[in-house]
């Protein structure tokens, strides 16, 4: 046999899906509101520079990513808009990130010093954003440390050392519209402004909302609103978003390695955690949790197979899985669809969350591995290369 073209296993990102998500989100947000997009952890797993194209193509206004290393990555590839970044630790190289032109996010008085460190060898000024915790009790200022923050940030504005360009913060339970969370978070971040406001600081932009809250709270929305996941394709919070027609990026594919008859009694995979009940067909699918399948979907996830989905049979091993073709004539090299758009009935990125007892954010995130990545661009007319 001459060896295929076709990979043993690959990852498929349609770019044009990942531009009319962009696109759909920023009509829903409209004119005023600027659109930043999430392309932070190599963009969930679809390529931090493609996905950043694609992106700034349907005209995002601003890339976040949480580390200097991905900024520098995203002008390392040539991108030259606005890109935020917010988080480090104490020695970080902001001298680099104030050279490539990133704007930074300064928690404490302590990260503002660096900065100004930096600027004083750099010899000029940075674009910094402050973010206040409102209620998440991760990353920010408290509110109490908040006006010593706000104090000194605009000090440095007055020495010229920095431009505030921002006041932001993170919800804590967007994905659930009625958790009074949502409610006292954005109360404190209206009164972190007004601190801000009345020491004279005046940022460019306030923002609050990644996509469950820019999709599903309007009053969060303020100058920008930070899109993670919805610009991916998927939902940032599963039952509760209405059908605004957004399309997975991510495909995640195989062939199948194995299709052979097993007996009833058989035990399949380690453990024999499953046994088959009747005669059957099964095939073996080449990826396991080494590509980055969770194994808790043992016995739990489909796949699509020659039209049908088919059950994940007993546990997903470290390189390999074994799927239940119930007597369907499917053959080696055939084939395999972890999950998808599901427009043909193969299951989703959410699908498999549901399966594993997680969200989609880790399922796209962590697959990969052995799995090669490639991306194409299936757009009609109509959504190619928006504004
Ligand atoms: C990851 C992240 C986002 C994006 O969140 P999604 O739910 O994916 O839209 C927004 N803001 C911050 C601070 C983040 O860390």
Redesign the pocket.
Known sequence: MTPSSAPRAEIVVDLAALRHNVTVLRELVGEGVAMMT?V?ADGYGHGLLESAAAARAAGAAWL?V?TIDEALALRAGGDTGRVLC?LGVPGEDYAAAIEADVDVTAYSVAELDEIRMAVVAVGRPARVQLKVDTGLSRGGATLRAWPDVVAEARAGEDARIWSVTGIWS?LACSDEPDHPANDAQETAFREALAVAGSAGLDPEVRHLA???AAILRPSARFDLV?????SYGLD?APGRTPDLGLVPAMTARARLAVVKPVAAGAGVSYGHTWVAGHDTTVALVPVGYADGVPRHASNRAEVWVAGRRRPVRGRVCMDQLVVDLEGDAAAAGDPVVLFGTGVSGEPTAQDWAEASDTIS?EIVTRIGGRMTRRHVDTAPDSLRGAP
Not at 226 to 230: F, S, Y
């Open positions: 999430v932070k976040g949480a917010w993170h990644n996509s469950a930070r899109c993670g996941i919805a940032p954010y």
